[in-house]
């Protein structure tokens, strides 16, 4: 699975962004997906994810109730709507996939089997 993730730039604070992450290889449908981010100086942490049937969806505490992930597996392509940006949310954001659904999106994020590069998001206060 190789993943390519687009839709960053910069908003200000209280705006939104959606990031798309387009997948190639027939077994996407088969792995939990994921967004993680990195800002500056700081280690990369887990954003949200998502089963592969898309049932069930995993928040950060700091991002609930203003992103929401999504898929649509039929176009192999994993979303992140992002609403109230806040300064805080700024950095790269990277998609990712791995076969064990979303296990070790959650809590193994040194073995999760694919990484997308990631796209910048700036959030202007």
């Known amino acids: 699975v190789q993943l390519q993730a687009s839709g960053g730039g910069l908003v200000q604070a209280g705006g939104s962004l959606r990031l798309s992450c387009a997948a190639s290889g027939r077994t996407f449908s088969m792995h939990g997906v994921g967004w993680f981010r990195q800002a500056p100086g700081k280690e990369r942490e887990f954003v949200a994810a998502i089963t592969w049937s898309g049932g069930s969806t995993y928040y950060a505490d700091s991002v609930k109730g203003r992103f929401t992930i999504s898929r649509d597996n039929a176009k192999n392509t994993q979303y992140l709507q992002m609403n109230s940006l806040k300064p805080e949310d700024t950095g790269v954001y990277y998609c990712?996939?791995?076969?064990?659904?979303?296990?070790?999106?959650?809590?193994?994020?040194?073995?999760?089997?694919?990484w997308g590069k990631g796209t910048l998001v700036t959030v202007s206060s």
């Open positions: 990712a996939a791995d076969a064990s659904s979303v296990y070790r999106l959650r809590n193994d994020i040194r073995n999760i089997d694919y």
